[in-house]
């Protein structure tokens, strides 16, 4: 991998005492396309504390400017002392031909994985950007962050993100990054079972749905099952008025089968289940404060 | 004018264990245009109570949909059990020459009043239609409001109609709607003494700046002093990092020379300024719960 170079600074929002600053970096895992990150700096950050940090994956047709937004997040945020990183959901510009052409795969709709077949594998791997170069791109600015205390939560796709890097890394002996803990709402809990997973894993994966298998939360707390000294700390929040987890394309049913399975708890990896509630922010939003104050507590705790 | 028919229900999302209704009607001060508008209905209206109004003015090129997605309004309305009302920002689909070409006039920015000069004055009355016709199209949806406690905020010329509304009310002796309180961010606080208010006033109204000053929140301050039994509940919050306060175009210091002109204290008309915060949504959502917390105050003593 090429050195890290310092990312470019595009804009400073003031927001809860801290700030919001818009970052632009090339990503030599995104085959070198410039990419355009978030973080929200606490009031502690601007006062020289090295604080945790916060990863958001979006879902679906959105970018990094989407939770910042929508989210409701910053506020909790502010309170905890926490920061928040918020990068983009696929690579922007590769030009190949296709990627713009659904709203549920290319442009938009990266799956936090690392594409093995062509014409993707070269700038879709947007797992090997989340964990590993976007990191030492935040070390390269230079920002008031402990990277050593990280944890990781999403949104539909980008839950299916939160959930698959945090499991490996839980299986990995040197993961790139370790993260402490994660949390999603509406997760794609079983892409292996789904028509969105499906897509993704086929589309981007030389191996397919079989490839596909190591990016899927559901199977991956399988693997886990009997391995020594591994503790989770997860949540899922799913609206039951979501049209996604009513056409089966969330499958939570499957990843709490696998944890019973596994010999998890319900205190290690909890799934709640919301009457009403669909796939919107405005589901998102109700259930940041339990989100931030869950990550906060795992964090703030590793000091 | 016509009789009022109920609003048609387009969606609803659950959030804040309340919901977010997004009604459409048609609009006699519109022109007969349709417009859309959202109601947020905290927990207490959907158990039936009647529940108090905080109609939310959104600012230029925005829509009802602005401040429901980033203004963080719904977590606080929830908590204090009142309703928020997402109006448009102007008619949409006059199908006026030039309607369309600037986004600080036409189209997402209707200034919220009623236009006397052709060709706008059949279709941009957004005045009336706040004023008047939006609380009989609420009232006509049966929805568990308390429409005789109303209180009304906005961002940028949404502020401007927050405030200029609010003090038209205390003018008049028989308002269409009386609003209990208003507040504002980085309001436009002395349109006919700045570029926008320049353009919109001369461009939909006869009488130009003139007939401008009736829309003009400072002008308004001026024409209270003296009157017998006026209080104000005005709150104002504008950043000092925000380009158009430095630009001249919301001259918030003008309204609080006109303020102190006319004999009002600080608490009646309060304007906070605050460093490093700029005209965005994050300037807005970091002093959301101070606002809702304002009028929730007068609206619960008003019971």
Redesign the interface.
């Known amino acids: 991998m090429s050195s890290t170079t310092a990312p470019e600074k595009l804009s400073t929002?003031?927001?809860?005492?801290g700030?919001?600053v818009k970052l632009s970096a090339p990503a030599n895992s995104l085959g070198g396309l410039k990419t355009t990150f978030n973080v929200f700096l606490p009031r502690q950050a601007l006062d020289g504390d090295k604080v945790p940090v916060l990863y958001y994956l979006a879902g679906l047709t959105c970018n990094e400017d989407t939770a910042?937004?929508?989210g409701?997040f910053?506020?909790d945020a502010a309170a905890e002392g926490i920061a928040l990183v918020f990068p983009d959901t696929s690579p922007r510009g590769a030009d190949i031909d296709g990627e713009d052409k659904d709203w549920d795969f290319g442009t938009g709709a990266g799956f936090y994985l690392t594409a093995s077949k062509e014409p993707w594998k070269k700038h879709y791997n947007m797992y090997e950007f989340i964990t590993s170069e976007l990191p030492s791109l935040l070390a390269a600015a230079s920002l008031p962050l402990d990277l050593s205390r990280s944890s990781i939560f999403g949104h539909s796709m980008g839950g299916h993100g939160a959930l698959t890097l945090y499991l490996k890394s839980l299986l990995s002996t040197s993961p790139s990054t370790k993260y402490l803990s994660a949390s999603a709402f509406a997760p794609i809990a079983n892409p292996t079972q789904c028509p969105w997973g499906d897509k993704a894993f086929k589309g981007y994966l030389a191996g397919g749905l079989d490839e596909g298998k190591q990016y899927d939360a559901t199977e991956l707390v399988g693997q886990l099952k009997g391995k020594d000294g591994v503790d989770l700390k997860v949540l899922v929040d799913v609206?039951t008025?979501d049209q996604f987890y009513q056409q089966k394309q969330l499958l939570p049913e499957n990843l709490i089968a696998a944890r019973d399975a596994a010999g998890f708890s319900a205190s290690q990896l909890a799934v709640n289940l919301?009457e009403?509630?669909?796939h919107?922010?405005?589901?998102i939003?109700?259930f940041a404060?339990a989100h931030i104050k869950f990550h906060a507590e795992v964090l703030k705790a590793a000091k």
């Open positions: 929002n003031a927001s809860f005492d700030e919001l910042p937004w929508k409701g910053l506020r609206g008025g919301h009403r509630y669909d919107s922010y405005y589901f939003s109700t404060p």
